[in-house]
C-alpha cells in the first residue's frame, strides 16, 4: 500500500511516501481502507521530535492518528464489528493514517452514522474529541463564561459549538482573519496578541487553553475565584495555574456520542479544505502554518 510518513526526526524534509505491505490486524483490532484522514498539529510535532517521549514512534513512521473508512477485515476476539462496515477512529500504536490502510482498536473505533461523511468523522477522534473531553472536565454550568485560547483551529472551534449547546457564553481568542469564523459561532471575538486581555470585558469562569505561554499567564489574571483551566499546549503551567492538561477519553462510546452531536447538527465540523492523499504533504503544511481555519483532511479513497 502507498502510505505517507517520515524517516527520521525533523522538518518537512524528513516526509516522503512509502511502499509497505498491509497490515494485518491483532487481537481485537481491525483493518480498515482509508477514506479519510484528519490533519492535525500534533502530527508534524510527531515528526519533528517534539513528542518522542510521550508517543512510541518505530521508524519511518506513517504520519495521522484519526481516520475513517471501511472495515475489510476484522482480527479475532473482535465483536461487534463486520467487514463493509463504516467506522472511524484513532489508529492504534504503530499505524498511521495517511495511507491506503490502516489498523484500528475496535475499543477506539465507532460506527459512522449513514448521514455523516467520512470527512466530517474524520475530525472527531482527535480534534472534536479534545474539545468535548476539555469540556467535562471543566464542567461548567449554563450561563458561564468560557474563555478558549486559540480558538479558530478545529478544537477550538469545536469547544465553541459545543459550549453553546450547552447554554455557556464563549469567548474566542483568535486572529484577526479568523474573526468572522468565531463570530458565526456564537462566540465574542477577541483578536489575539500581547493586550488581548484589555478586551475581555468580563472575568471569565473557565479557560480551555490552546496556546500556551504568555497568552495563559495573562488570561488566568481574568478568572473568578476557584475557575478551571484546561491546556492543551502547556499543561505544566496550567498545573502551576491550579489547573491541568486534557484527560482524553478514545472510547468507543466517546466516539459514538461525538458523531450523533455532528448527526443532530450540534456539532458541524468545518473542514476549510481537503487534499487528495499524493499531496499529503501540502496537507500538514498548511496545519503547520497555523493559519488553517477549521479542519484539514486528507482524502484517500
Not at 114 to 139: K, N, R
Amino acid at each position: 500500500m502507498i502510505a505517507y510518513g517520515f524517516s527520521e526526526y525533523g522538518g518537512p524534509e524528513t516526509e516522503y511516501f512509502l511502499d509497505i505491505p498491509i497490515p494485518d490486524p491483532g487481537q481485537g483490532q481491525l483493518l480498515i481502507a482509508v477514506h479519510a484522514a484528519g490533519v492535525n498539529p500534533a502530527d508534524w510535532k510527531v515528526r519533528s521530535g517534539n513528542r518522542k517521549d510521550t508517543v512510541q514512534t518505530q521508524l519511518p513512521a506513517v504520519l495521522g492518528r484519526e481516520v475513517a473508512g471501511t472495515v475489510v477485515q476484522v482480527g479475532t476476539h473482535t465483536d461487534g464489528f463486520s467487514v463493509g462496515d463504516e467506522v472511524f477512529g484513532s489508529t492504534a500504536a504503530g499505524h498511521g493514517g495517511y495511507a491506503q490502510y490502516t489498523v484500528l482498536n475496535a475499543a477506539n473505533t465507532a460506527v459512522k452514522p449513514e448521514s455523516v461523511s467520512f470527512a466530517a468523522a474524520a475530525t472527531l477522534p482527535v480534534a472534536a474529541g479534545t474539545a468535548y473531553d476539555a469540556l467535562d472536565q471543566l464542567a461548567l454550568h449554563k450561563k458561564d463564561t468560557l474563555l478558549v485560547l486559540g480558538a479558530g483551529g478545529g478544537v477550538g472551534s469545536a469547544a465553541l459549538q459545543l459550549a453553546r449547546a450547552d447554554g455557556i457564553s464563549t469567548i474566542g481568542v483568535a486572529s484577526a482573519r479568523k474573526k468572522d469564523w468565531v463570530n458565526s459561532l456564537g462566540a465574542t471575538f477577541v483578536e489575539s496578541g500581547e493586550s488581548f486581555t484589555d478586551s475581555v470585558d468580563r472575568p471569565v469562569d473557565g479557560i480551555f487553553d490552546l496556546v500556551g505561554g504568555d497568552t495563559l499567564r495573562a488570561a488566568a489574571a481574568h478568572t473568578t475565584p476557584g475557575a478551571p483551566i484546561i491546556s492543551v499546549a502547556d499543561p505544566v503551567l496550567a498545573a502551576s495555574l491550579g489547573g491541568s492538561g486534557v484527560a482524553r477519553d478514545r472510547s468507543a462510546a466517546a466516539f459514538t456520542r461525538l458523531a450523533e452531536l455532528v448527526a443532530s447538527g450540534v456539532l458541524r465540523p468545518h473542514i476549510e479544505s481537503t487534499f487528495p492523499l499524493e499531496r499529503a504533504g501540502e496537507a500538514l503544511a498548511a496545519v503547520e502554518s497555523g493559519h488553517a481555519t477549521g479542519k484539514v483532511v486528507v482524502e484517500v479513497s
